[in-house]
Nanobody, 126 residues
Framework: QVQLVESGGGSVQSGGSLRLSCAASGYTYSNYYMGWFRQAPGKEREGVAAIDSDGTPTYADSMKGRFTVSQDNAKNTLYLQMNSLKPEDTAMYYC????????????????????WGQGTQVPVSS
């Protein structure tokens, strides 16, 4: 059974940093692509960053330069380093995974993912 468990969320002030983690289990980690998504109250879920099955990262334009996605295959863990956080980054952040390959366009689309974590809350205060 595939499980994704996010951690590392919490309150932070504007300009601060956080590192989110997503511990994956129940599948062969290297054969999956994984991504980070976020959803603010009243808004649609949006892609933040993702890594394809070959380890190549992709970022939403608004996150480039501030967020860094990485993975530790030995620990089956996906990370999201978030720097220079802004109040508009406030959201529930989700980790997602799916087997095989997809196109770069789909990597940041929720529809491309089969498995989801429960999310971790990131409130950013001004």
């Amino acid at each position: 059974q595939v499980q994704l468990v996010e951690s590392g969320g919490g309150s932070v002030q504007s300009g601060g940093s956080l590192r989110l983690s997503c511990a994956a289990s129940g599948y062969t980690y290297s054969n999956y692509y994984m991504g980070w998504f976020r959803q603010a109250p009243g808004k649609e879920r949006e892609g933040v960053a993702a890594i394809d099955s070959d380890g190549t990262p992709t970022y939403a334009d608004s996150m480039k330069g501030r967020f860094t996605v990485s993975q530790d295959n030995a620990k089956n863990t996906l990370y999201l380093q978030m720097n220079s956080l802004k109040p508009e980054d406030t959201a529930m952040y989700y980790c997602a995974a799916s087997p095989g390959y997809t196109t770069r366009w789909f990597l940041l689309r929720p529809i491309a993912y089969r498995y989801w974590g429960q999310g971790t809350q990131v409130p950013v205060s001004s």
